[in-house]
């Protein structure tokens, strides 16, 4: 079982540019979390999927962030345009009943 | 929005010393469940409880569930460099897929 995969895994891009985080989750999760990740804040989540529809995305921060579930084998998180302050860790987690969670490797974004 | 307290924040001990770190809310959950995240990396779930007052062994690691299922500690008996990491506690207060995660505990065990 190859686990959760993401990718990147390191992102450096400049503030206004487009970002797109891409998620696989375990086969057979039918739940799909976007979380980010920084020192200040800890772990917040941003959005999360069960069966591929969005569920609560009462986290994402603005309209500058947009995630979609296109299949049940993967996820995109995109913000538009970037800013500084999106500098983070992004984690995408998977799960079967929503409580135990298993966490892909994270992308960490850097917006200059 | 339910809040998940975890203390302490940090915390550095030498190798072969007891540790007890916990996780506090005002809410009652209906799960709850510890990760340990190694630098550069994703949490990883060590355990859930489910019932209150539930005790699980994890080889050095006891993890417990209070009674009235709004809190949790995990104890490390003779703690060991491989410890180290950061100890998040997370919890569900229904069934509608979605966990609220503590701020966690830092731990460092040193050689």
């Known amino acids: 079982d190859a686990g959760v995969i993401q990718s990147p895994r390191h992102e450096v891009t400049e503030m206004g540019q487009e970002v797109t985080l891409r998620c696989k989750p375990i086969s057979g999760h039918d739940y799909l979390f976007w979380y980010r990740q920084t020192m200040m804040r800890g772990l917040e989540l941003l959005i999360y999927?069960?069966?591929?529809?969005?569920?609560?995305d009462s986290g994402m921060p603005e309209d500058r962030f947009s995630a979609k579930m296109p299949n049940a084998s993967f996820s995109t998180l995109k913000i538009q345009p970037s800013e500084p302050r999106d500098s983070a860790v992004y984690f995408c987690?998977?799960?079967?009943?929503?409580?135990?969670?298993?966490f892909g490797p994270g992308t960490r974004l850097t917006v200059l | 929005t339910q809040l998940l307290e975890q203390s302490p924040q940090f915390l550095s001990i030498q190798e072969g010393e007891n540790l007890t770190v916990y996780c506090n809310s005002s809410?009652?959950?209906?799960?709850l469940q510890w990760y340990r995240q190694e630098p550069g990396e994703g949490p990883v779930l060590l355990v859930t409880?489910?019932?209150?007052?539930e005790v699980k062994k994890l080889k050095r690691l006891t993890f417990q569930f209070g009674d009235a299922r709004k809190d949790s500690s995990l104890h490390i008996t003779a703690a060991q460099p491989g410890d180290t990491g950061l100890y998040l506690c997370?919890?569900?207060?229904?069934?509608?897929?979605?966990?609220?995660f503590g701020d966690g505990t830092t731990l460092t065990v040193k050689p």
């Open positions: 987690a998977s799960s079967v009943s929503g409580n135990e969670q298993f």
């Open positions: 999927f069960n069966n591929n529809v969005p569920i609560d």
């Open positions: 409880v489910v019932t209150g007052g």
């Open positions: 809410s009652v959950f209906s799960s």
């Open positions: 997370a919890g569900e207060n229904t069934n509608a897929g979605k966990s609220t």
